[in-house]
C-alpha cells in the first residue's frame, strides 16, 4: 500500500536475544518520511531494545535494516547518526559534570588534537537558534532540570542533521508543560520531512502525537494501526493482551479500629526540605487514606515518620495499640508495617543483586528464614519461588539480577515482598509512577485487595485520579501539614486542587 | 548494559521458569560459561603480559626464555619454591578478604598496609607479654590480638566515615602511614629487643608456644595457609549465609534502599571495617608469628596494597581470593628467582602485576564491546 518513495526506514525480522532472554523476535517496522511512529508496548515489550539496533547500539541476532532504500549494518552509534538515525536516550547520557558545550562535542570529530571550547560554544548557540530551543552553552549539565537536560540530549542528536529521530520515553521526566512544548518541537520536526519514532507506554501520547503507532508485546509486533482509526481501548488491549479496567471496581468500606493514629506530628526538616507540622490523621482497618498535595510538601516525611526512618521531635505516632513514636525501623517493621517508598529503583530494590535478595529484604532477620541470624537456604528458595509466582513477577530464575526486569514486575516485586508479610498498615507512595497501563492496574487491584482484607491503607500520590479512584478519604498535605480532608465519594477535584495549592491554609502557599 | 526493556522476560521463559529443571540446567549452564569466561579472560591476560613482559627483558639484554624458565622453576620447580609461593600467598589471601569484606559493603578500604602493621603489632604484643601458656590458647590469642589491632585501625576509618562522614579512602591512606610509623617508632624505641646482640630494630622473637606450626617440613610454609582457607570460607559464609551479611551487602548495593528497609547503614559501615580491619590484622598477626617471628619495621612489604589487586582480580568471591592470592604469590616468588638466576631487576615484578592488570582491563573492556 505504501508508495516505496514514502518509506525512510524498514526493520525486517529483528531478532535480539539476551541470555535468557528474547528481546524482538522477528519485528518488522517501517517508518515514513514526515511521520511521528509511535511504538507502543509494556515496560519490556522489547521497544527499546528495537531502537538500540536501529541507532547502531545492539547487532540483531537476525533481520535486516533498509535504510533510505539500502540494506545497512551499523557497527556503531556514530555509524548510524553519519547515516541519519539519532536517538534521545531516556536517561540522555549526559556527562552531569560537563557544561553543554562540552556535551554536544562529546563523540564529536574534531579538528586536531585540540577541543575548541569557543566553537563548540558557537555550534551549541548556532544549533540551538535553528531549532528554537535556547540553551545556554556554559552551564553544567547538573544545574539543568530534567526539561533542559533533555534539551541538551535533543539538540546533540539534532546537531548531526539526522533524518530519522528515535525518543525513548522522553515524557516520563518531563512536568506536563515541558512535555506538551516537547510535543511542539516534534510537531515541528516532522513538518520539516523529518520523520521520529517515539517510544512509550501512553496511550494518550499516541493519540495526540503519533501519525501510526506499532503495538509491541513479548518482544513481538502485534499490529500497525493509523492512530487516526484506533482508540485508546483498542490500544491497551493490544498492548496488554486483554481487556483493561480503566476504572476499578470497588466494595464500598467497612472501616474497622484505628490501625494508625498520628498525633501532634512535628519533626525536624532536612535543609531546603518541608518538615511536618503539628500532623495528626488517622487510618483505619480496612480503609484507604489518600495523601494529597504537590511533591515535596511533606510526603517523603510522613511516610518515613511513620516507618521509623525519620526522627519525631513532638507528637506522637501509635499503630496497632503500640506508641511507636521513637521506634527503630525495623521495630515497626516488624509489628507490621509495610512500606513501599516512592521512586522504588532508588529505594526499594537492589538493582545489582539478584531477586532473591530483592524478595527476602525484611524478611532476612530471624525466624523463618533466619533463625539465630543464620540463612536457612531452603526455605529461603521456596519462599522466593512461591512469591515470585503468587505475584506473577515474570523472571527466568530467582538469580536474575532485579536490573534485568521491567519497572511493572519490580513494583510487583517490592508489592510481594511487602504484602507476604502480613502487614496491619501498609505505606504505598507512589506505587504506580511509571507503570504501564497493566502493571498500573495490577498494583491497584492488589491494594484494594488488601484493604477489604482489614489492612490499612496509606496511600501517598500525585496522582489524584488514583486517589479519587482508590481512597476512601482524602487528605490534603501542604507544607507539612493537613489542610484538609474529604471523603473520596464526594470529593471535588477542583477543590482538593484549591487546597493543594495552599488556598485553605491561612498561612503562605505551597511550594 | 542490558536496559530494563531488553533485560526483560518474554512469555516463553516465565512460562519455563515454572519447570524447576529447566532452570536448574540453564543456571548450571549459565554458572559454567560465566565461569570459563572469567577465567579464560585471567588466562589471557596473563598470556599477553608475559609477552609483553618478555619484549621488556629482551630489550634489557636477557634471554626472555631462560628468564621465565627460572621464573617457573623458582616458584613451581621445587617442594621449596612452592612453599616459599603459600608463605607469600597466604597474607596476600587474608588481606584480600578483608578488602573483599569492606568492598561488598561499599566501603572502599584502602587501608589493608596499616591494619597489617597494627595486626602485627597486637599479635606481637600477646605473643611477647602474655604468660607462659598452652601452645594452642596462647597462638589463638597471637590471632585474636592480630584481629584486635587490625580492627581497631579499620573500625577508626570506619566510625570517622559513618560519623562524619569522612572519606574512608583519603582517612585509610592516612592511617597506612601512621600504623607504619607506629610499629616503627616502636621497634626501634620502646619495644626494641634490649640484648644489644641484634643490631636490627626489632623486638624480642615471640616464644615457641605462640608460633605457627610448620606445614611442609623444612620449609617456610606454615600453618597459616590453613588459616587462610579458614577465613575464605567463614568469609564466605558471613556474606552469602547470614542476616549480618545480608546487611553489608545491602548497605553496599544500594544505601538508599538499606536504609528503607530498615538497615542502619552506618552501622553496617562500621562492623564491615571492624572485620576488614581484623582480617588484614590476621594477615599481620600471620607474618609474625609464622614467618618472622618477631616484629619488625618492614613485617609487611606491601602485602597490603597488593591485596587490594589479589580482592579485585578474585572478583570479591573468597574462593577468587584464594586463586588470586596464589597466584600473585607466585609472581612474587618467580620475579625474584628470575632475578637471582639472571639478574633481571627485582622491579620486573610491578611491572609484571602492572601489565597483568592492565591486561585484563583491556580483555574485559573488548569482551564488553563485543556484547
Redesign the interface.
Known amino acids: 500500500m505504501a508508495d516505496a518513495e514514502l518509506v525512510m526506514l524498514k526493520m525486517e525480522g529483528i531478532c535480539k536475544r539476551f541470555p535468557g532472554v528474547v528481546a524482538n523476535n522477528g519485528v518488522n517496522l517501517d517508518v515514513r518520511a514526515g511521520e511521528v511512529h509511535a511504538l507502543l508496548g509494556e515496560n519490556g515489550a522489547g521497544k527499546t531494545t528495537l531502537m538500540s539496533v536501529l541507532c547502531g547500539l545492539y547487532h540483531p541476532d537476525a533481520g535486516s535494516i533498509i535504510w533510505k532504500g539500502h540494506p545497512v549494518r551499523f557497527a556503531s552509534p556514530r555509524q548510524a547518526a553519519a547515516l541519519g538515525i539519532g536517538m534521545v536516550h531516556q536517561d540522555f547520557k549526559l556527562i552531569q559534570r560537563m557544561t553543554v558545550a562540552e556535551n554536544m562535542m562529546l563523540g564529536r570529530q574534531t579538528r586536531g588534537p585540540y577541543f575548541d571550547l569557543r566553537e563548540a560554544a558557537r555550534m551549541v548557540e548556532r544549533v540551538s537558534a535553528d531549532f528554537g530551543l535556547p540553551i545556554d552553552p556554559r552551564t553544567p549539565v547538573r544545574q539543568l532540570s530534567a526539561g533542559m537536560q533533555q534539551r541538551v540530549a535533543i539538540l546533540k542528536v539534532l546537531a548531526g542533521s539526522p533524518d530519522l529521530v528515535i525518543f525513548d520515553e522522553p515524557t516520563s521526566v518531563l512536568t506536563p508543560q515541558e512535555a506538551e512544548s516537547l510535543f511542539k518541537m516534534m510537531r515541528s520536526l516532522v513538518a520539516s520531512g523529518k520523520s521520529i519514532c517515539f517510544i512509550t507506554h501512553k496511550l494518550e501520547e499516541v493519540m495526540s502525537i503519533a501519525t501510526r503507532v506499532t503495538v509491541l508485546r513479548d518482544g513481538r509486533v502485534i499490529d500497525t494501526l493509523e492512530t487516526r482509526q484506533t482508540n485508546p481501548r483498542e490500544l491497551a488491549r493490544l498492548m496488554v493482551g486483554r481487556e483493561v479496567l480503566f476504572t476499578i471496581q470497588k466494595t464500598p468500606c467497612a472501616p474497622g479500629e484505628a490501625a494508625l493514629g498520628v498525633q501532634h506530628l512535628t519533626t525536624a526538616g532536612a535543609p531546603g526540605q518541608v518538615a511536618l507540622r503539628d500532623l495528626s490523621l488517622e487510618v483505619r482497618q480496612g480503609e484507604i487514606l489518600g495523601i494529597a498535595g504537590i511533591s515535596g510538601n511533606g510526603q517523603n516525611e510522613l511516610a518515613e515518620a511513620i516507618a521509623g526512618l525519620r526522627p519525631v521531635l513532638s507528637g506522637s505516632i501509635k499503630i496497632g495499640g503500640f506508641d511507636t513514636t521513637h521506634w527503630r525501623a525495623e521495630k515497626i517493621t516488624d509489628l507490621g508495617v509495610a512500606y513501599i517508598p516512592d521512586k522504588v529503583r532508588q529505594n526499594a530494590v537492589f538493582l545489582d543483586l539478584d531477586l532473591t535478595h530483592n524478595t527476602i529484604a525484611k524478611s532476612h532477620r530471624g525466624a523463618p528464614l533466619a533463625p539465630h541470624g543464620i540463612f536457612r537456604m531452603r526455605v529461603i528458595d521456596g519462599h522466593v519461588r512461591r512469591l515470585l509466582t503468587q505475584y506473577r513477577v515474570r523472571a527466568p530464575s530467582p538469580r536474575t539480577l532485579a536490573k534485568q526486569l521491567s519497572g511493572g514486575n519490580l513494583q510487583r516485586l517490592v508489592l510481594a515482598r511487602e504484602s507476604s508479610r502480613a502487614p496491619q498498615l501498609i505505606i504505598a507512595a507512589n506505587p504506580t509512577a511509571g507503570l504501564d497501563v497493566g502493571a498500573t492496574e495490577y498494583v491497584r487491584t492488589q491494594l484494594l485487595e488488601e484493604r477489604d482484607r482489614g489492612r490499612a491503607v496509606l496511600l501517598i500520590s500525585a496522582d489524584l485520579d488514583e486517589l479519587l479512584a482508590l481512597s476512601d478519604r482524602i487528605a490534603v498535605l501542604c507544607s507539612g501539614r493537613i489542610v484538609g480532608m474529604v471523603a473520596a465519594a464526594d470529593a471535588d477535584l477542583e477543590e482538593i486542587g484549591l487546597m493543594m495549592g495552599g488556598a485553605r491554609a491561612a498561612e503562605q502557599p505551597c511550594a | 548494559m542490558?536496559?530494563?526493556?531488553?533485560?526483560?522476560?518474554?512469555?516463553?521463559?516465565?512460562a519455563?521458569?515454572?519447570d524447576p529443571s529447566w532452570?536448574h540446567a540453564?543456571?548450571v549452564a549459565?554458572a559454567v560459561l560465566r565461569a570459563l569466561g572469567s577465567l579464560g579472560m585471567a588466562l589471557s591476560a596473563i598470556v599477553a603480559a608475559i609477552v609483553v613482559a618478555g619484549g621488556i627483558i629482551a630489550l634489557l639484554g636477557i634471554n626472555p626464555i631462560e628468564a621465565f624458565r627460572a621464573f617457573f622453576v623458582g616458584s613451581l620447580g621445587s617442594k621449596n619454591g612452592i612453599a616459599e609461593v603459600l608463605v607469600r600467598a597466604t597474607p596476600l589471601a587474608l588481606a584480600g578478604l578483608g578488602v573483599t569484606v569492606a568492598f561488598r559493603a561499599g566501603v572502599w578500604n584502602i587501608g589493608a598496609e596499616g591494619q597489617i602493621f597494627l595486626g602485627a603489632l597486637g599479635a606481637a604484643l600477646v605473643g611477647i607479654y602474655a604468660p607462659p601458656l598452652p601452645q594452642p590458647l596462647h597462638l589463638l590469642l597471637v590471632l585474636a590480638g592480630g584481629f584486635a589491632g587490625g580492627a581497631l585501625w579499620g573500625g577508626l576509618a570506619g566510625f570517622l566515615k559513618a560519623r562524619f562522614d569522612a572519606n574512608e579512602i583519603i582517612i585509610t591512606i592516612m592511617l597506612n602511614y601512621l600504623g607504619i610509623l607506629l610499629v616503627s617508632f616502636l621497634v626501634t624505641g620502646p619495644l626494641k629487643d634490649s640484648s644489644g646482640l641484634i643490631p636490627q630494630p626489632q623486638t624480642v622473637p615471640l616464644p615457641a608456644s605462640a608460633i605457627l606450626p610448620k606445614l611442609i617440613p623444612a620449609t617456610r610454609a606454615h600453618t597459616g595457609a590453613l588459616l587462610a582457607l579458614l577465613v575464605a570460607f567463614l568469609v564466605w559464609f558471613l556474606l552469602?549465609?547470614?542476616?549480618?551479611g545480608?546487611?553489608l551487602?545491602?548497605a553496599g548495593?544500594?544505601p538508599?534502599?538499606a536504609?528503607?528497609?530498615?538497615i542502619n547503614v552506618k552501622r553496617a559501615v562500621i562492623i564491615a571495617m571492624l572485620i576488614s580491619g581484623g582480617l588484614a590484622g590476621l594477615a599481620g598477626a600471620n607474618e609474625v608469628s609464622g614467618v618472622q617471628h618477631y616484629l619488625t619495621q618492614d613485617i609487611s612489604s606491601g602485602y597490603g596494597y597488593l591485596s587490594i589487586a589479589v580482592a579485585l582480580f578474585g572478583g570479591l568471591e573468597p574462593l577468587g581470593v584464594i586463586l588470586a592470592s596464589l597466584f600473585f604469590g607466585m609472581v612474587l616468588v618467580g620475579s625474584e628467582s628470575m632475578q637471582r638466576a639472571v639478574s633481571v631487576p627485582v622491579y620486573m615484578v610491578y611491572i609484571i602485576e602492572g601489565l597483568i592488570i592492565v591486561s585484563m582491563l583491556l580483555r574485559q573492556l573488548a569482551w564488553r564491546r563485543s556484547k
Open positions: 542490558t536496559d530494563p526493556e531488553s533485560g526483560q522476560v518474554p512469555a516463553e521463559p516465565a519455563r521458569a515454572q532452570v540453564h543456571h549459565d552469602k549465609r547470614t542476616t549480618l545480608y546487611t551487602r545491602s548495593a544500594n538508599d534502599a536504609r528503607h528497609i530498615g
